[in-house]
């Protein structure tokens, strides 16, 4: 009799700690609107909330943030604990901070950089879509029937493949 009491005991004790044992998402929204500087489902801001399904340990550090992408289209928020969790908050619509112009626009004539372990080779060709840094656009090389290639544009009229 006494053992099946004890256990509820425990139970009802562990409730409430259970309850504490995970991060206030709430207060990684207002974070991640103080990070951007713009409310959330505003653009430049958090496209919605954290998923309030998650349950992530508390983080007794300050949490730490910085935008994930090279279009800032995520902001990256860690807990810098042992042990911490990292995820990630889309940006919603193309805000001011988001903006970046095209650097290579259809048509123009770009180096294809083919990177390996220890080498890079590079081959002319032709840019098939526009797009700014970090993105990726279509590309033909030079060689006659050559396939359609997707590139990484890297810099103005330089595209990149990266070969594992």
């Given amino acids: 009799m006494i053992r099946p009491f004890a256990a509820l005991l425990s139970v009802g004790i562990a409730a409430p700690a259970l309850a504490q044992a995970t991060a206030d998402l709430t207060a990684v929204d207002r974070a991640v609107a103080q990070f ?11 496209a919605m909330p954290v998923d309030r399904r998650l349950r992530l340990a508390p983080c007794r550090a300050p949490l730490a943030l910085g935008w994930h992408g090279l279009r800032r289209e995520r902001v990256e928020v860690i807990c810098p604990m042992a042990g911490g969790w990292k995820l990630y908050v889309p940006i919603s619509g193309s805000g001011p901070a ?16 083919v990177m390996g ?9 032709e840019a098939l879509e526009s797009g700014p840094i970090g993105s990726w656009i279509k590309v033909r090389t030079q060689t006659p029937g050559s396939p359609v290639l997707r590139a990484k544009v890297l810099r103005p009229g330089a595209v990149g493949i990266d070969l594992p």
């Fill in 36 to 46: 951007t500087g713009a409310a959330q489902g505003q653009p430049g801001g958090a």
């Fill in 117 to 125: 372990d220890g080498f890079a080779v590079s081959q002319g060709g």
């Fill in 98 to 113: 988001l903006a970046q112009a095209d650097v290579i626009s259809r048509g123009d004539a770009v180096s294809v950089i």
